[in-house]
T-cell receptor, first 113, second 113 residues
């Protein structure tokens, strides 16, 4: 399976600021996704990162709050904008490498003070 | 949209006993059902999956069964070991259609030595 890395692995941020999370894959993949996992909770899909076009957001998530870029088939970024303590969570990217299965990155643990 | 329910939320078993986790789904068009294991502080890792044209799949101590008519699928772990302790998530998706995963709420499994 593809090797997936995320940066940063963790961060502590102040309310009102923004953080951009990077997801890098060691091979070209068709689909990339961004999830949020709040403490002790399941995984919630934020959006599908589409290469060359705007991301597709799930209900409850908007582009102004979570802008996403996907400039090529190996890289994507998720920005958490104008953060509040409620945004404290683990953010994970995942990739589908041509089959049906998704593989997850190591996650970014975000704490907003 | 799809709704995946997972039970139980917590499960404790003695080492060597079997553990069973059950999930139900609502969308009859779902045809791909992966199971992920997430250890504390780690990323979710795929442990087994099943497609709708198969009723059962086994991989060493782990097996998954699927009942399409009843729309439920189950994870079976035999001869449990302490290293099986983790949170397990089921998911359902329509393969080959953007492959959005709908996750269950998770089961925290503790294997008591």
């Amino acid at each position: 399976s593809a090797v997936i890395s995320q940066k940063p692995s963790r961060d502590i941020c102040q309310r009102g600021t923004s953080l951009t999370i990077q997801c890098q894959v060691d091979s070209q993949v068709t689909m990339m996704f961004w999830y949020r996992q709040q403490p002790g909770q399941s995984l919630t899909l934020i959006a599908t990162a589409n290469q060359g076009s705007e991301a597709t957001y799930e209900s409850g998530f908007v582009i102004d709050k979570f802008p996403i870029s996907r400039p090529n088939l190996t890289f994507s970024t998720l920005t958490v904008s104008n953060m509040s303590p409620e945004d404290s969570s683990i953010y994970l990217c995942s990739v589908e490498d041509g089959g049906d299965t998704q593989y997850f990155g190591p996650g970014t643990r975000l704490t907003v003070l | 949209g799809e709704n995946v329910e997972q039970h139980p939320s917590t499960l404790s078993v003695q080492e060597g006993d079997s553990a069973v986790i059950k999930c139900t789904y609502s969308d009859s068009a779902s045809n791909y059902f992966p199971w992920y294991k997430q250890e504390l502080g780690k990323r979710p890792q795929l442990i087994i999956d099943i497609r709708s044209n198969v009723g059962e799949k086994k991989d060493q101590r782990i097996a998954v069964t699927l009942n399409k008519t009843a729309k439920h699928f189950s994870l079976h772990i035999t001869e449990t070991q302490p290293e099986d302790s983790a949170v397990y998530f089921c998911a359902a998706s329509r393969a080959n259609t953007g492959n959005q995963f709908y996750f269950g709420t998770g089961t925290s499994l503790t294997v008591i030595p």
